[in-house]
């Protein structure tokens, strides 16, 4: 290589260098002057903004200053227009408009019908139940009655006795087809056990709730069928004060669907109870029996309307409730005892009596068969122990002379002086018609 060329070469070499030196320091200067002014246009936006955003509020405030003139003239001027149209009407002659609009109201009045009042339901139920206890003539009927008529109130109901510390079904609504009399009667119930039928005894008041509410209620719903309702309800029959049965109830509603029924069954059992404790009363005032009626003929007593999906109960088992529910016991508390024998008493010949006379023979007749009924059920163990030994007097001294009281207090002294109708009532039902078991 020649020495021009070697210089060229090297000239070019170090131009090149220079040139990339060179340009390496105009791009750092470069960076440092953007580093420099980049802070400032930063600035520069941020207050351009303001300015801005300044600006737009000021022109809001005067548009929304100006609107709000706008509106409160136009306001003013309709004020003003709408005062003086009144005012020119006010003044005008309206007696024309008035004749009209007296016209049309009283033609509008005189075409509304008048709405009839709706009977409330419930209380024409409870009207006709008051009316059927009424026409009932013994216990058993006023029984049969009440659970019939809430038939239309509940999905199922039972008539419970108490006894001692059972409960014992008597009659029943809404079992099923296969639930007879029989059937119903071997229902029984603990009553030491925690369930709603409990709560009558201790409280004395009507129970409802939820079906779920007492922890031994799934024993009760499988005695009478093992169904589990939504709603369970319980209220006592009372007679003088004391609970003598429990009429239980469910429902497959909640009781907010049907709200009014606790109250219904609350009235209904009360009623129930009057009628039975007025029954006494009510046999002195029954009217009087035909003329043809013979002294010895015996009352028929209809049978009540059989329960629905439950056969009527028997004679006997009439006459146990009928007993139960009407312990005599509970009325004569007040008496005093003494400890007089029974005397045999001899009937006068008979003599032609008037109808008041007979109604007299024909209470004292019942009276003593319900007082005699009650002895019965309080007291079977001793009356089952006093047939065999035949002392049922000595064993039950003290009921048959308070009963005996009872007896003479409420029927007239010339009936209880010349008959023997107590006594009689005490064979038959106490000794199975043979007076040797009386011991007397």
Not at 83 to 106: A, C, G, K, R
Not at 152 to 175: E, T
Not at 217 to 236: E, H, M, W
């Amino acid at each position: 290589m020649s020495f021009p060329e070697y210089l060229k070469d090297r000239i070019s070499e170090d131009y090149k260098n220079l040139m990339i030196q060179k340009l390496q320091e105009i791009k750092d200067q470069s960076e440092g002057l953007k580093n420099t002014f980049h802070p400032s246009i930063a600035e520069m936006n941020q207050s351009l903004r303001d300015v801005l955003q300044r600006e737009l509020i000021r022109i809001q405030e005067a548009f929304d200053h100006k609107l709000d003139g706008i509106h409160e003239k136009l306001t003013k001027e309709f004020a003003e227009v709408v005062e003086n149209y009144v005012s020119s009407w006010y003044h005008s002659d309206i007696t024309p408009f008035q004749q009209q609009m007296e016209l049309l109201i009283s033609d509008v009045v005189s075409n509304v019908p008048v709405p009839p009042k709706k009977e409330n339901e419930d209380l024409a139920s409870l009207v006709d139940l008051a009316r059927k206890l009424d026409q009932a003539g013994t216990q058993a009927e006023i029984l049969q009655v009440l659970l019939h008529h809430i038939g239309s109130w509940a999905d199922r109901a039972i008539l419970f006795v108490i006894k001692g510390d059972q409960a014992s079904g008597w009659a029943a609504l809404g079992l099923g087809p296969d639930w007879d009399a029989g059937r119903i009667r071997q229902i029984e119930i603990d009553l030491s056990k925690n369930l709603i039928l409990r709560d009558i005894i201790t409280m004395g008041e009507p129970v409802f709730g939820k079906a779920d509410s007492y922890p031994d209620n799934p024993d009760l719903f499988q005695a009478i069928g093992d169904r589990t309702p939504k709603s369970a309800l319980a209220v006592p029959v009372k007679v003088r004060g004391k609970i003598a049965g429990i009429l239980y109830v469910d429902l497959e509603n909640d009781l907010s669907e049907q709200p009014d029924v606790p109250s219904l069954l609350t009235l209904a059992s009360r009623a129930a109870s009057m009628a039975i404790d007025l029954l006494p009363l009510r046999s002195r005032t029954a009217p009087a029996p035909s003329p043809a009626a013979a002294p010895e003929t015996a009352k028929i007593e209809m049978p009540a309307p059989p329960v629905q999906e439950v056969a009527e109960p028997s004679k006997p088992e009439e006459e146990e409730l009928t007993s139960k529910v009407t312990k005599a016991e509970d009325v004569a508390e007040a008496a005093a005892v003494t400890g007089s024998e029974p005397t045999l008493i001899v009937p006068l010949p008979f003599k032609e009596i008037s109808e008041e006379e007979l109604q007299y023979h024909e209470d004292a007749k019942r009276f003593a068969r319900l007082l005699v009924s009650e002895i019965k059920l309080y007291n079977e163990a001793q009356v089952s122990a006093g047939r065999e030994n035949k002392d049922l007097y000595e064993r039950l001294k003290d009921d048959i002379e308070r009963s005996r009281r009872m007896y003479t207090e409420r029927v007239p002294e010339h009936i209880h002086s010349s008959t023997n109708y107590f006594y009689e009532e005490l064979v038959r039902t106490l000794a199975n018609g043979d007076p040797a078991l009386l011991g007397m």
